[in-house]
């Protein structure tokens, strides 16, 4: 079975600091794939980015920079000079291997609800 | 209209209440998907469609019934729920149901009263 795990619930900065949110994942598939959404208070996951378990680059998308980190089966994700409007719900997800029976099938975190104030 | 959306965004029926949910998408994906969000729960996998055909069902209870007539549309059929189905209910779609990132609607809040 997949499991993901976000263990911060709620994380609280002050605008223009640095957030680092934490993903953990376990799972017996050998390749894999691991993603993270942000859904602001109007409901909708926005996709942010998706990392296939065999490439272990780091990424780095304006302000937004993920850290995959196979070793210790975790995959968080950067914030640089946080802004209100990153004002959100953050769930890292996993999905299977083609083949698996998680394969396509997204498991998500918790979630951690990040506050930015002005 | 672009991405996916979802009618109606917010939704009070009463437990003897039949009443359905839907979903569009526009991204010419062909597999939807939906999903439930309750309060302090992991969001949860209700349905896959791919192609069409339901390729999965997560343990959902019969008194939720999906319905795909086409790759673009999907729909949710609802009929006596209970007040703990009360939730916000997400679409979303994916080029095939493989590991293709899923793009999401903005999903509709369900209140069972």
């Known amino acids: 079975a997949q499991k993901v795990t976000q263990a911060q619930t709620e994380i609280s900065v002050v605008e223009k600091e640095d957030v680092t949110l934490d993903c953990v994942y376990e799972t017996r598939d050998t390749t894999y794939y691991l993603f993270w959404y942000k859904q602001p208070p109007s409901g909708e996951l926005v996709f942010l980015i998706r990392r296939n378990s065999f490439d272990e680059q780091n990424e780095i998308s304006g302000r937004y920079s993920w850290n995959f980190q196979k070793s210790t089966s975790s995959f968080n994700f950067t914030i640089t000079a946080s802004q209100v409007v990153d004002s959100a719900v953050y769930f890292c997800?996993?999905?299977?291997?083609?083949?698996?029976?998680?394969?396509?099938?997204?498991?998500f975190g918790q979630g951690t609800i990040l506050t930015v104030h002005p | 209209e672009t991405g996916v959306t979802q009618t109606p965004r917010h939704l009070v029926m009463g437990m003897t209440n039949k009443k359905s949910l839907k979903c569009e998408q526009h991204l010419g994906h062909n597999a939807m998907y939906w999903y439930k969000q309750s309060a302090k729960k992991p969001l949860e996998l209700m349905f896959v469609?791919?192609?069409?055909?339901?390729?999965e069902n997560n343990s959902v209870p019969s008194r939720f019934s999906p319905e795909c007539p086409n790759s673009s549309h999907l729909f949710l059929h609802l009929h006596t729920l209970q007040p703990e189905d009360s939730a916000l209910y997400l679409c979303a779609s994916s080029n095939r149901a493989s590991s293709y990132e899923q793009y999401f609607g903005p999903g509709t809040r369900l209140t069972v009263t």
């Open positions: 997800a996993l999905s299977g291997s083609p083949g698996g029976t998680s394969y396509g099938k997204l498991t």
């Open positions: 469609y791919n192609f069409k055909e339901q390729t």
